[in-house]
C-alpha cells in the first residue's frame, strides 16, 4: 500500500464563515415552536417525527438526537413515541434577561444517514415579576417659583418581564398639585414625570409627600410603589447644562477595572449652594450599577467591573447633575462595548465511528460542530487536518463538519491513525484549539 503522503493531496484546509444562513435539508423547514415559562419538568413540546414526516421507529433507527446551541439540555427527544419534552423549567428572565422574543435555537440531528434540521423554541413570558423602584423613597426639592407645566424627572420601575407584562403606566396618589404622566425612552421603557399643576407656597405649605405607583400590563396587572418627598425652595433660576446632551463612547471588553470610560461636564450659572452641582445616575438598572461607577463630585464614569461583549455589547448611561437649589440638567451616556478575541474556537464530537472497517471505500468517523462566541473575524474560523492522513474534512450544516476516510484502509498496513483538528479562529491575535481523535483498523475477513 503506497504512503498516505504521495496518493492524498495537501492543503486540506477549509474557511468557513460563522454564520450559515438558509440551510434546509431534507425539505424541512425550520420550524418555530412555543412554551410558556416556568412550565414544568416533561412537559410536551411537539411530536418530531410527525413534523419530520418520519416514522417513530425511524428516528431510533437513525440516531436521532437534540443538539441546542449552548450545549444545555433543556430538551428531550423520546425516541419511542417521537415527542419533544421540556427537560427543566424554563426562566425566560435567566435565558434572555431583557431580549425579547426569547428564542431558544437548536438541531435535530439524524445519522445513517445525515441529517440537520434547524427549530426554534419561542419561551413565553409570564408574568411572574412586580415593578420595583431601586429606591423607595425619593426625594425632589422644587423651587417655589416653578411655572405650572414644569416637568421633574422621577426614578424609574424596573420589571423584569417583558411586553405587556413590563411597565405600561405610572400615576401617584391624589393632591392639588401635581399629576404623573408616563413617558417612552427611545428603547421602548417607559418612565414617570411629575408635572406641576398649581403653583407652590413654600409659606403656605414647605413639603409634600406622595406615592408613586408603576403599574405592569399583566392580567392582572402587579404593581410597586416609592414615596416621593417633595421639598418647597426658594428661587433658583438657573440649571446645570451639560456640555453635551449625549456623550458616545467606546470600550474594549478587555479594559481593566478602574477605566475611566467618560467624564462628562454641566454648568450653573448661579453661585453659593445653587450652583454646586452633584452628578447621579436617574436611571440605573442592576446590570449598570454593578458595572459602572459615577463620581458625584467629578463627574467621571469608571469600570468597576470586567466588560463582556459576548454578554452585553452596549450599554445606555442616563446622568443627571442637580445644583444645591434642586435644579437639574440630564445628559445619556452611549457606551459600545469593542470586541476582542478573547474566546478560543471550540470543537463539540456529536457522534464517532471507531473502529472502522478496512477495505470500506468510504466511511464516516466522525461528527463534531464547531463555534466561536466571538463576533467579526474574531468568530470566523478555519478548520483542517494533517495532510499526511487517509481522511477528508467536509462540511456539512451549521457548523457541523464529518471525518471520512477519503478511501479504503489497510489494516495489515497500519491500524491505527491519530487525526488532529485544528480550528482556528481569524482575529488578531489568532486563537486556535485542537482535538485529537485516535481511529482503530478492524480487519475484515
Same mark, same amino acid.
Not at 440551510?23 to 410536551?44: D, K, P, Q
Not at 425511524?58 to 419511542?80: F, H, I, K, M, T
Not at 418612565?191 to 409634600?208: N, S, T
Given at each position: 500500500m503506497q504512503a498516505g503522503g504521495a496518493r492524498f493531496p495537501k492543503q486540506r484546509q477549509v474557511l468557513?464563515?460563522?454564520?450559515?444562513?438558509? &440551510? !434546509?435539508?431534507?425539505?424541512? $423547514?425550520? *420550524?418555530?415552536?412555543?412554551?410558556?415559562?416556568?412550565? @414544568?419538568?416533561?412537559?410536551?413540546?411537539?411530536?418530531?417525527?410527525?413534523?419530520?414526516g418520519l416514522g417513530v421507529g425511524?428516528?431510533?433507527?437513525?440516531?436521532?438526537? &437534540? !443538539?441546542?446551541?449552548?450545549? $444545555?439540555? *433543556?430538551?428531550?427527544?423520546?425516541?419511542?413515541?417521537? @415527542?419533544l419534552i421540556l427537560n427543566e423549567k424554563l426562566d425566560r428572565e435567566e435565558m434572555c434577561g431583557p431580549t425579547d422574543p426569547c428564542v431558544m435555537h437548536f438541531q435535530v440531528l439524524l445519522k445513517k444517514p445525515l441529517g440537520v434540521f434547524r427549530a426554534e423554541l419561542l419561551v413565553r413570558d409570564i408574568n411572574d415579576h412586580s415593578?420595583?423602584?431601586?429606591?423607595?423613597?425619593?426625594?425632589?426639592?422644587?423651587?417655589?417659583?416653578?411655572?405650572?407645566?414644569?416637568?421633574?424627572?422621577?426614578?424609574?420601575?424596573?420589571?423584569?418581564?417583558?411586553?405587556?407584562?413590563?411597565?405600561?403606566?405610572?400615576?401617584?396618589?391624589?393632591?392639588?398639585h401635581f399629576r404623573v404622566s408616563t413617558r417612552n425612552w427611545g428603547d421602548g421603557r417607559k418612565?414617570?414625570?411629575?408635572?406641576?399643576?398649581?403653583?407652590?407656597?413654600?409659606?403656605?405649605?414647605?413639603?409634600?409627600r406622595l406615592t408613586l405607583t408603576a403599574l405592569d400590563g399583566g392580567s392582572p396587572p402587579r404593581s410597586g410603589t416609592a414615596q416621593v418627598s417633595i421639598l418647597v425652595l426658594d428661587v433658583n433660576d438657573n440649571a446645570p447644562e451639560f456640555a453635551q446632551t449625549l456623550y458616545q463612547v467606546q470600550v474594549p471588553e478587555n479594559s481593566p477595572v478602574g477605566t475611566l470610560v467618560v467624564k462628562?461636564?454641566?454648568?450653573?450659572?448661579?453661585?453659593?449652594?445653587?450652583?454646586e452641582i452633584s452628578y447621579s445616575l436617574f436611571y440605573s438598572s442592576q446590570e449598570i450599577s454593578t458595572t459602572f461607577e459615577l463620581n458625584s463630585l467629578s463627574g467621571e464614569v469608571r469600570l468597576i467591573k470586567k466588560l463582556d461583549f459576548e454578554t452585553i455589547s452596549s450599554y445606555e448611561l442616563y446622568i443627571d447633575a442637580s445644583d444645591g437649589g434642586g435644579l437639574s440638567g440630564k445628559c445619556s451616556v452611549s457606551v459600545e462595548v469593542v470586541d476582542v478575541n478573547d474566546n478560543s474556537p471550540e470543537l463539540t464530537?456529536?457522534?464517532?465511528?471507531?473502529?472502522?472497517?478496512?477495505?470500506?471505500?468510504?466511511?464516516?468517523?466522525?461528527?463534531?460542530?464547531?463555534?466561536?462566541?466571538?463576533?467579526?473575524d474574531n468568530g470566523r474560523m478555519t478548520?483542517?487536518?494533517?495532510?499526511?492522513?487517509?481522511?477528508?474534512?467536509?462540511?456539512?450544516?451549521?457548523?457541523?463538519?464529518?471525518?471520512?476516510?477519503?478511501?479504503?484502509?489497510?489494516?495489515?498496513?497500519?491500524?491505527?491513525?491519530?487525526?488532529?483538528?485544528?480550528?482556528t479562529d481569524l482575529g488578531t491575535p489568532r486563537l486556535k484549539t485542537e482535538h485529537s481523535i485516535t481511529v482503530l483498523v478492524s480487519d475484515v475477513l
Open positions: 468557513i464563515l460563522f454564520l450559515l444562513l438558509g &440551510v !434546509v435539508l431534507a425539505g424541512w $423547514e425550520s *420550524r418555530r415552536y412555543s412554551v410558556m415559562e416556568e412550565t @414544568e419538568s416533561g412537559s410536551f413540546v411537539a411530536n418530531l417525527a410527525k413534523d419530520l425511524e428516528l431510533a433507527e437513525r440516531g436521532a438526537r &437534540v !443538539v441546542s446551541e449552548d450545549n $444545555e439540555p *433543556r430538551l428531550q427527544l423520546d425516541l419511542q413515541t417521537g @415527542e415593578p420595583e423602584f431601586p429606591e423607595r423613597e425619593m426625594t425632589l426639592k422644587i423651587p417655589e417659583s416653578s411655572p405650572p407645566g414644569t416637568v421633574f424627572p422621577l426614578k424609574t420601575a424596573q420589571d423584569l418581564d417583558v411586553g405587556n407584562n413590563n411597565i405600561q403606566n405610572y400615576n401617584i396618589s391624589p393632591n392639588s418612565y414617570p414625570e411629575l408635572v406641576l399643576d398649581k403653583e407652590l407656597d413654600r409659606e403656605e405649605q414647605p413639603e409634600l462628562v461636564s454641566a454648568r450653573d450659572l448661579d453661585t453659593g449652594t445653587n450652583g464530537i456529536s457522534s464517532l465511528t471507531n473502529p472502522v472497517p478496512e477495505n470500506t471505500p468510504v466511511t464516516e468517523v466522525a461528527l463534531f460542530r464547531i463555534r466561536d462566541r466571538d463576533s467579526g478548520c483542517s487536518i494533517q495532510d499526511d492522513l487517509p481522511f477528508l474534512l467536509k462540511p456539512s450544516a451549521e457548523n457541523f463538519y464529518t471525518l471520512v476516510t477519503n478511501g479504503a484502509l489497510d489494516r495489515e498496513s497500519r491500524a491505527e491513525y491519530n487525526v488532529t483538528v485544528t480550528v
